[in-house]
């Protein structure tokens, strides 16, 4: 067998039709999720790896009540999808593929003010942004903070998808589609690709009731056992809902940050809206309603923002590669080895990324966690960030206040009064 063929073939499940949780008094009945696809019975292709069998459930029966808290009724998104939402199923989806979509779902929920795009890869989002223009625009800005991270991605919206989404679509590879509906000739364009998956969920256009209420989180351990836990639950949906950044020091000094200007609010509430979908540690970079640079799943937080700050530079000079020259930067790169004309426009390139610092001059920082050091503060300051948020509670709060206070001009900060982890 060809190595290639391991992910043509469909694993065979051998998972109940159904499963029952009893959690107290309360018990939740789960459905089995099939579909009939070209005329055959099909469950998930198979699970995060093409050896590993999967199946999906659909919460069908039970609700749940902890503590006073109403939490997710029956019903669902993703595991809800039916044959007739699943417009083309390409190779017909797997774990990950839904997973994906799962994930831009949940980032959206918090997104449904405007128009909004998320592109995931791996569970997390390559880029997200949203645009008073159309969900057009919000693609486009989106794919623009990390062209290479979307190759073959996962594209989710809110709103109908609609032609300059669609030409995007079109004209790059990716594996899934998800929108509550398409406008009269885009699904002509974009069933030319066809192994792309493709999903009409009118749900993703009403997403905001499902911000209101929990789901039951269940983590398997390698041992067999659970950790169950109310899932996460975003507070901080308004300018109000952001903690004045103050703290004591040593010397029983109060210091206060600058509180961020309005323009600097908006892209630090959309920032902490994608935070929820990000693994941890993190930290996302947002300038103009679109994310410029994610860093996502370091140890460290200040090698987070290291790693979001190389990712930016890399991302900023690879779409000026394409734009100019119709290249990646790394083919640009291997040109230059042997042309003169190609190695001085990838230095021009190279220059020019310098000087706009990849784009991160003006944007906005947010962190799923505190800054324990002025480290990673300062690391961003020094790339032209205006504002930061992140949880605040550190022991040295004071340091990092003071660090923002001495930038000139003076860096806004923010505490949410929420931690954002996501393991």
């Not at 993703?78 to 799962?102: F, R, W, Y």
């Not at 929108?179 to 009403?206: H, M, S």
């Not at 890399?314 to 190695?343: I, N, P, V, W």
Request: overall charge negative; hydrophobic content about 40%.
């Amino acid at each position: 067998m060809a190595l290639k063929d391991m992910y043509k073939n469909i694993v065979r499940d051998h998972f109940p039709d159904s499963l029952t949780i009893t959690i107290g008094d309360t018990t939740l009945i789960y459905e089995r999720r099939t579909w009939e696809l070209n005329g055959e019975i099909r469950g998930l292709r198979y699970g995060e790896n093409p050896d590993q069998p999967a199946a999906l459930y659909r919460l069908k029966d039970g609700y749940l009540s902890v503590d006073g808290q109403e939490w997710r009724a029956p019903g669902g998104i993703i595991s809800a999808v039916t044959e007739a939402e699943m417009i083309q199923a390409g190779k017909h989806p797997g774990k990950t593929n839904l997973t994906d979509v799962d994930n831009g779902c949940n980032i959206l929920q918090y997104l449904t003010a405007r128009p909004a795009a998320v592109i995931l890869k791996h569970n997390n989002p390559c880029g997200a942004a949203w645009s008073e223009k159309g969900v057009g625009d919000a693609l486009n800005k989106a794919f623009r903070c990390d062209r290479i991270a979307a190759f073959g991605g996962a594209v989710i919206v809110n709103r109908s998808l609609d032609m300059e989404a669609a030409n995007l679509i079109g004209s790059n590879y990716f594996e899934v589609v998800a929108a509550p509906d398409f406008e009269e000739g885009v699904l002509e364009i974009i069933r030319q690709r066809k192994n792309l998956r493709i999903f009409r969920i009118p749900a993703l256009a009403n997403l905001e009731p499902f911000a209101e209420r929990p789901f039951l989180d269940i983590k398997s351990l390698m041992d067999g056992g659970l950790i169950l836990q109310q899932s996460f639950l975003n507070r901080i949906r308004t300018a109000e809902d952001f903690i004045p950044a103050a703290a004591t020091t040593k010397d029983g000094l109060t210091v206060t940050a600058r509180k961020p200007s309005a323009r600097e609010i908006d892209d630090l509430l959309f920032a902490w809206a994608v935070e929820a979908g990000v693994t941890s540690n993190s930290v996302i970079f947002v300038k103009d309603g679109a994310t410029v640079a994610i860093g996502t799943g370091e140890q460290d937080r200040v090698g987070c923002v290291e790693i979001a700050v190389f990712k930016a530079y890399t991302k900023y000079a690879d779409g000026l590669c394409f734009d100019r020259h119709g290249l990646s930067l790394y083919e640009l790169k291997q040109k230059a080895l042997s042309d003169a004309a190609s190695e001085e426009a990838l230095q021009a390139i190279q220059i020019e990324t310098q000087k706009a610092r990849g784009g991160l001059i003006g944007s906005v920082v947010v962190s799923d966690g505190f800054f324990p050091f002025r480290d990673g503060v300062d690391l961003c300051m020094a790339e032209g960030v205006t504002a930061i948020a992140h949880p605040g509670g550190s022991l040295r709060d004071h340091e990092v206040i003071m660090a923002v206070n001495e930038k000139t001009p003076q860096v806004a900060m923010v505490f949410t009064g929420q931690r954002s982890f996501k393991h």
